[in-house]
């Protein structure tokens, strides 16, 4: 039983992380049909923004940790909404090339954390409770998953309200339904996709310095070998719905750990699921019609 | 010209330049092409005999065996670029996943001869068999998608190959890889000495490649592909299938590239599990940009030019001039793939019609610029 | 068939002696490399309704889309003066066009209430959102309803609430009473009535009761090419002038008495 119950609580915050990185990507999708794929590098920037933070003022003090979040959040949106501005806007509308040059960025990107911070993964440090472990019902737990689902959790309400309550998140909902339609009401959707970029690479920096307590280290491929894993939920949950791309996270994350635990084949079926999943509902769980 | 009817679908035959200029109507009479490809395989196969050095981009003069070895590599991947260019270019469908066929190429032949007592060109026919079957069950179930679907599911697909890969050790070498076993392969194809005989192996293999390609491009099988390219809906209205023919290029394509990948086996004494990543995929994915989609010679350049820059960018990487600059300067400088990356970004803000595409503008104008993105689109 | 351009529309009496709202002039464009809008040219007075007639498929949506710039467009197109076929659609809109289009295309995710506030400009409330609430009372209970529940006719309302809950100079309607049934069609028509009487309507229509109703002015469209411009009434009244320009089964015309469709016009 208290196996169980690490490997579900395990799961949702390996879950959480996956929604963190998966959240930007379906709204960035939905909205503007860009498949990004430096997304990962704009979780990896996070990842050593938090880290060099923490390297100047001593990680294993709260108010340092804290600092790094809202760091790594920060660095994470100002990167994307570069990206955006800078290569994203010039291709408009011209969806496989702007999928093709955030390929770009991303090998480059990539070689140049490699460059700066070496290929070694670097250790980080917490706060001592981060590293410590909480016992649930006989299970023992390791604090971080605690704040990964926390944080995830929040964010999820931060979008939702924002969507919600915002001129923009207005603009974006409708966005992503009808495009075009929103141009013919005298907007320019423009606006609305920097800040989208800006929401998904801040949730991505964010999640990468998480990451970088829930692995242990920070290196160069952190956001590229979770960029997969973000991919595939974001399919699964349907591109374009953030709910969709919530439960797929859990979903996936909840029955990787399990079929890691007894049979050692997470990873597969994770894929196996992305297929299933795409072959009998092509658009998802609860994405919009994707037009194939 | 202005059409007040429907117009014809648009012309399938390449036209290499536009028409009108001097300069246009010799590049696009139909024997040149022939004729400089002819030109261009024999230079490529005596090179080996002679002592060309071209400083800067070869390691040393063209009959030594690591020049050999750049410039073999540069023809397997040419020859892999093409099989990619009928499946993205040609026939529109974006796969994340080709790395997997390569991939079945290197381990299938490597496994075949380290398992059993065949010789080299039984096992070798055997790969591109298993391969075949491969495709053909991935390939009908991916196919039931299209678009972004269908370039998720080959994602997956080739991930799961990859993890196959990696898990399991016992077979395929694990992390580690997998090395060549040299029992049952020819004597003229082992050994640093006779890395010559192994380029002209590569080379024959890029000139196989490319008349596949060009023959199927060629064929009514080819034509109806294009056409579901441009406009499915229209094929369908023919009373053609389209799922028949993109089943068929993709299994033509991934052959091509399981044949690509037992050479490179032969070439590299032995295989990584890198060959099987979503990252050489993409790799993939930029050399046919690169070069400029939809053009096969465009396929070849690209390769070539993006195996030589990575060997070079390596080579100037760890060089003394490099590690005496500032650090801001240096670490650029010292990552190729940095410094590729960029140069994708570059190409495709503003070359997208990539090197093949650039060269027709010089016949053609800006309408080229036009079209080239539009064909890029195309593969939606 | 070549343009019987029958007579420059002649303003309606009553009219300003201000020039035409809108000048089409050899206005072309292109589908997926298809022409579907052929040198198309005509104009719209600064008052009334003119009507864009033209069987099925002939190219009138795709005309109101090429002035909007929602399709790939070629050729001249003047609003208010000023040349708009460069700029981008959502500059064209800012400048004072209201958009109906064909299909209704309300966001289905959105209430009633965020699809009008999603209209109005500069996200104040729209000048004339009183005449909206005034003009379709059933839209006001139904604020916080989803849009995507509502109606085909209800949807249309909202349709041409967001179009006319601001300060319009020109209203472009696309098919208001597609699929819609009689009651309904009325309740459109006496909507699109009223909106009339202070903005001029470019209207899309096959339902020729309706064009009877509201129109001034009609220009027909045949194969992406003009054919005909002229009084709406005189139009109307020559029954074989109607039939050959629009098919057999023209003033047979009930509109088409389906009850409202499904829910959902957007894409």
């Known amino acids: 039983m208290s196996t169980v119950i690490l490997l579900l609580i395990t799961g949702l915050g390996l879950g959480a992380l996956y929604f963190l990185v998966a959240s930007g990507l379906s709204l960035i999708y939905g909205l503007m049909g860009v498949l990004n794929f430096a997304h990962g590098s704009f979780l990896t920037l996070g990842a050593f923004a938090g880290f060099e933070l923490t390297r100047r003022l001593g990680g294993d003090r709260w108010e340092v940790f804290l600092a790094s979040l809202v760091l790594g959040a920060a660095v994470g949106a100002a990167f994307a909404a570069l990206t955006e501005l800078l290569l994203i806007r010039r291709l408009y509308e011209r969806h496989i090339e702007q999928a093709l040059v955030t390929v770009g960025l991303s090998l480059a990107t990539v070689a140049l954390f490699e460059g700066i911070w070496g290929t070694d993964p670097i250790y980080v440090t917490a706060p001592d409770w981060l590293g410590g472990t909480t016992s649930i019902l006989g299970a023992t737990i390791p604090n971080n998953r605690f704040v990964l689902i926390i944080a995830a959790v929040l964010v999820l309400v931060g979008i939702v309200a924002f969507l919600r309550f915002t001129r923009f998140g207005l603009i974006i909902r409708a966005g992503v339904e009808n495009r075009s339609m929103v141009t013919a009401l005298g907007i320019d959707v423009r606006k609305a996709f920097t800040v989208v970029f800006a929401i998904g690479g801040a949730a991505a920096g964010l999640g990468g310095v998480l990451a970088s307590h829930y692995f242990g280290y920070v290196s160069a491929h952190l956001g590229g070998s979770l960029l997969i894993f973000a991919f595939i939920v974001t399919v699964i949950g349907g591109l374009g719905s953030l709910a969709g791309a919530a439960i797929a996270s859990v979903a996936v994350a909840v029955l990787q750990q399990f079929a890691n635990y007894y049979w050692g084949v997470g990873d597969l079926v994770v894929v196996l699921m992305l297929a299933g999943v795409l072959l009998l509902r092509p658009s998802g769980i609860l994405g919009k019609k994707v037009h194939a | 010209m202005s059409a007040t009817t429907p117009t014809a679908p648009a012309p399938v035959t390449p036209d290499p330049a536009g028409r009108g200029s001097a300069v246009g109507r010799v590049l696009g009479s139909r024997w040149l092409p022939l004729a400089v490809g002819g030109a261009l395989v024999v230079l490529a196969a005596v090179l080996p005999l002679l002592a060309i050095e071209i400083p800067g981009i070869l390691p040393g003069p063209t009959y030594m065996p690591g020049t050999l070895q750049l410039l073999s590599l540069c023809l397997i991947f040419a020859a892999l670029a093409l099989s990619y260019h009928l499946l993205f270019g040609t026939a529109g469908m974006l796969s994340f996943g080709h790395a997997l066929y390569f991939a079945v190429g290197a381990y299938g032949l490597g496994i075949i001869l380290q398992r059993t007592d065949m010789t080299l060109v039984p096992a070798i026919a055997l790969t591109v068999l298993v391969g075949i079957v491969v495709?053909?069950?991935?390939?009908?179930?991916?196919?039931?998608?299209?678009?972004?679907?269908?370039?998720?599911?080959?994602?997956?697909?080739?991930?799961?190959?990859?993890?196959?890969?990696?898990?399991?050790?016992?077979?395929?070498?694990?992390?580690?890889?997998?090395?060549?076993?040299?029992?049952?392969?020819?004597?003229?194809?082992?050994?640093?000495?006779?890395?010559?005989?192994?380029?002209?192996?590569?080379?024959?293999?890029?000139?196989?490649?490319?008349?596949?390609?060009?023959?199927?491009?060629?064929?009514?099988?080819?034509?109806?592909?294009?056409?579901?390219?441009?406009?499915?809906?229209?094929?369908?209205?023919?009373?053609?299938?389209?799922?028949?023919?993109?089943?068929?290029?993709?299994?033509?394509?991934?052959?091509?590239?399981?044949?690509?990948?037992?050479?490179?086996?032969?070439?590299?004494?032995?295989?990584?599990?890198?060959?099987?990543?979503?990252?050489?995929?993409?790799?993939?994915?930029?050399?046919?940009?690169?070069?400029?989609?939809?053009?096969?010679?465009?396929?070849?350049?690209?390769?070539?030019?993006?195996?030589?820059?990575?060997?070079?960018?390596?080579?100037?990487?760890?060089?003394?001039?490099?590690?005496?600059?500032?650090?801001?300067?240096?670490?650029?400088?010292?990552?190729?793939?940095?410094?590729?990356?960029?140069?994708?970004?570059?190409?495709?803000?503003?070359?997208?019609?990539?090197?093949?595409?650039?060269?027709?503008?010089?016949?053609?104008?800006?309408?080229?610029?036009?079209?080239?993105?539009?064909?890029?689109?195309?593969?939606? | 068939m070549s343009a019987t351009s029958a007579t420059d529309a002649r303003t309606p009496s009553g009219s300003s002696a201000a020039g035409p709202i809108l000048t089409v002039s050899s206005l072309s464009a292109k589908i997926k490399g298809q022409q579907v809008v052929e040198e198309v040219s005509f104009e719209v007075p600064a008052t009334g309704v003119t009507a864009l007639l033209g069987r099925n498929g002939v190219g009138k949506t795709s005309t109101i889309k090429a002035i909007l710039g929602l399709i790939d467009r070629r050729g001249r197109v003047e609003f208010a003066g000023e040349r708009i076929d460069g700029l981008p659609t959502f500059r064209i809109v800012q400048r004072g066009v209201g958009y109906v289009p064909e299909d209704r295309e309300v966001f289905a995710g959105l209430t009633v209430a965020e699809n009008l506030r999603l209209a109005e400009r500069g996200g104040r409330p729209g000048a004339r959102r009183a005449l909206v609430d005034e003009l379709f009372p059933d839209l006001v209970q139904r604020a916080q309803q989803s849009a995507g529940s509502l109606s085909g006719g209800q949807q249309q309302m909202v349709s041409l609430g967001r179009a006319l809950v601001n300060e319009n100079r020109l209203l472009l309607v696309d098919e208001p009473t597609k699929g819609l049934a009689p009651l309904i069609v009325q309740d459109v028509a006496d909507a699109l009535e009223r909106a009339a009487q202070t903005v001029p309507i470019l209207l899309v229509e096959q339902n020729l009761q309706v064009v009877r109703q509201l129109a001034d002015t009609v220009v027909v469209i045949e194969a992406g090419r003009v054919v005909h411009r002229g009084l709406a009434a005189e139009f109307l009244d020559d029954e074989a002038l109607v039939t050959r320009l629009l098919g057999v089964h023209a003033e047979a015309d009930a509109p088409d008495a389906h009850p409202d469709d499904q829910n959902g016009g957007t894409r």
């Open chain 2, 135 to 380: 495709a053909l069950g991935l390939g009908a179930v991916s196919l039931r998608v299209a678009g972004i679907s269908f370039a998720m599911v080959t994602l997956a697909f080739a991930q799961a190959g990859n993890v196959l890969v990696r898990r399991n050790a016992w077979l395929t070498g694990g992390e580690e890889g997998l090395r060549l076993n040299t029992t049952n392969v020819p004597e003229f194809l082992v050994g640093v000495l006779n890395t010559r005989n192994v380029y002209w192996l590569a080379l024959a293999l890029l000139v196989i490649v490319f008349l596949v390609v060009a023959w199927f491009e060629r064929s009514r099988a080819g034509h109806v592909a294009v056409a579901t390219r441009e406009n499915e809906l229209r094929v369908r209205v023919l009373g053609l299938r389209p799922f028949s023919a993109r089943l068929v290029v993709f299994v033509i394509a991934s052959a091509l590239a399981v044949l690509t990948g037992t050479v490179y086996f032969i070439l590299q004494s032995g295989v990584t599990p890198r060959a099987s990543s979503a990252d050489f995929t993409l790799t993939l994915l930029v050399m046919v940009v690169l070069g400029g989609v939809g053009s096969r010679w465009g396929a070849i350049v690209g390769a070539v030019v993006y195996t030589l820059l990575d060997q070079r960018l390596s080579a100037l990487a760890s060089s003394d001039a490099v590690a005496s600059l500032p650090d801001v300067l240096r670490i650029p400088l010292s990552e190729p793939l940095f410094i590729l990356g960029t140069l994708f970004i570059l190409v495709v803000l503003f070359l997208p019609g990539g090197i093949a595409g650039t060269v027709r503008r010089v016949g053609s104008g800006r309408r080229a610029t036009r079209a080239a993105r539009d064909r890029l689109e195309e593969a939606e």
